[in-house]
């Protein structure tokens, strides 16, 4: 597995990434009567987290609907451990649609093009979340740099799984025997995440890594399952199986990852979607 092409992201999937990560960390772009995140910085760029993080009892000071964030969540927990219902096939249009509020994100399947849908007041909340457990609990001492270099990997994080539905379903249009299972499915849409946001940090530092620690402690059915394909080979394995890629060419003496990588980035790289901001 290599980075993802920042070209694609800027070009085809059309992400202004820039301002998305001014709306999470600075609340910028809400408009005149929202206040934006500005005094919860020093005079040295560091983050006032006594300001805002409740270290005694865990969580944030701040109601957010006072920013103009109407999210039902407070906590990234809640969002990493929601229940789901599996039973629903989201190829069709309604299973993971942008009705449901509570994701981060979310996949329409392709009626020309697919949609994917960044939720970020839910974004917003699950970032900060982590950030005052990092600030409360690790002590990290948070600078506007480190804290937007991480909203970053946060926006990317989700791109990166919806891309992984994306691929799905334009590779079940290629094969015959594809069958979905939720299951399956988000843990390698988990695990396919996690692997392309890792070339993303800038810094091996760790509070790039324990940031990913608890922004990846999936608890959901499935999701949390992405454990087991974190390795490229494990996640490449899992996706072959899953695809599927017929056996018998591998018996013949031809290598599969390597087929099942350039599959995935020549759709995610060249995606047919939508990308929309809600
Ligand atoms: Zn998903």
Redesign the pocket.
Known sequence: MRKYDSKSKKEIVGLNENELMSKIVYNIGRGPQFKTFEPWFDNKDKLKKDDICDCTNGGMKIKWSDYGNNSNGNNYRWFLGREVDPHGN?LIEDR?SDDDENYLGS?RSMSSPGIITINVDNIQVFFWSIICELACRQRYIFTREKIEELAYLCIDKTLY??L??HFIDAQSYIVDGYRYDFDI??AL??ACSRLLVGFESKSNQAYVSDFYELAYSYTSRG?RDWINFKSDEQFLLKLIEYMPIDQRLKNMGQELLPIAEAMLYSIIEKPNVEVKIK
């Open positions: 989201y993971i996949y799984h919806e992984f539905h499915d988000e849409a988990v999701y």
